[in-house]
């Protein structure tokens, strides 16, 4: 059930958490081949619309946060909105699907200079 959202004549497609996982998944492996991806959380309180100027009534504050991810490749961007109480069980298919498709990365050698090294 994608809706699609029309931000500064860019469309943007908002998945259900389940799809957007999926979905992650797909654009994560495809950019292993050609490029990157990015994936942004950010706090979400349901309005779509900017503050009003001074004098005009102010936007009602919602009764609960959210948070929206979005992930975007080179012509490709994805958003789900994540309810406070599903969190949990989003972050843990998250990290799921971050284990699966960064297999490539390689480790880090730390060096050490000869000051920290004489410390200890």
């Given at each position: 059930?994608?809706?699609?959202?029309?931000?500064?004549?860019?469309?943007?497609?908002?998945?259900s958490n389940e799809e957007f996982m999926s979905q992650l998944m797909l654009?994560?492996?495809?950019?292993?081949?050609?490029?990157?991806?990015?994936?942004?959380?950010?706090?979400?309180?349901?309005?779509?619309?900017?503050?009003?100027?001074?004098?005009?009534?102010?936007?009602?504050?919602?009764?609960?946060?959210?948070?929206?991810?979005?992930?975007?490749?080179?012509?490709?961007?994805?958003?789900?909105?994540?309810?406070?109480?599903?969190?949990?069980?989003?972050?843990?298919?998250?990290?799921?699907?971050?284990?699966?498709?960064?297999?490539?990365?390689?480790?880090?050698?730390?060096?050490?200079?000869?000051?920290?090294?004489?410390?200890?």
């Open positions: 059930m994608a809706t699609l959202v029309q931000v500064a004549s860019v469309k943007m497609v908002l998945l654009l994560a492996q495809k950019s292993k081949e050609r490029s990157s991806f990015t994936v942004t959380f950010k706090r979400y309180d349901g309005n779509d619309r900017p503050q009003p100027r001074e004098g005009r009534p102010k936007l009602p504050e919602p009764e609960e946060y959210m948070c929206i991810i979005r992930a975007k490749s080179k012509n490709k961007k994805l958003s789900t909105v994540v309810k406070r109480s599903d969190v949990p069980r989003v972050m843990e298919n998250y990290a799921r699907v971050m284990k699966i498709c960064m297999d490539g990365l390689k480790r880090v050698k730390k060096v050490k200079t000869k000051a920290k090294a004489a410390q200890g």
